[in-house]
């Protein structure tokens, strides 16, 4: 008989008061996610969960860190789907290929976007 995984409780997204960060509680500490209302504070929040329910067994999931002067993941991002708009076409319109593709660079996009390419290794790629 095949066992099944316990499901991940997924932890919310929370504000401080006083100071006015994100923080997310889970397994009896908090985590800061940055400044509430940030794009990055979201992104870091969704990459928190993605890598709970990729390995809901670790004590504590990756942090990213995200130095500026390297290229970054939505960079990449954006040069894709450049070159896939010109590849996946057929008698001048786009293939349903391209939704596909636009689809999957959303999902990378939302959880990986200010990771530098350099640190995007094979976890990363199993969180995806």
Not at 3 to 16: D, E, F, I, N, Q
Not at 63 to 83: D, S
Request: charged letters at 25%; one cysteine or more.
């Amino acid at each position: 008989m095949a066992s099944l995984k316990k499901p991940v409780r997924v932890p919310k997204l929370s504000r401080h008061p006083k100071t006015g960060q994100a923080y997310v509680t889970w397994q009896k500490k908090r985590h800061c996610m940055g400044i509430w209302g940030k794009p990055e504070t979201e992104e870091r929040y969704r990459r928190f969960v993605a890598d709970l329910v990729a390995s809901p067994n670790t004590t504590e999931p990756a942090k990213v860190a995200t130095p500026a002067h390297q290229t970054e993941i939505v960079e990449f991002c954006v040069a894709f789907l450049e070159h896939a708009q010109m590849w996946y076409v057929k008698n001048g319109k786009p293939t349903a290929q391209l939704g596909h593709v636009k689809q999957h660079i959303r999902i990378l996009r939302d959880l990986f976007g200010s990771t530098p390419i350099a640190d995007f290794g094979p976890l990363a790629m199993q969180t995806l």
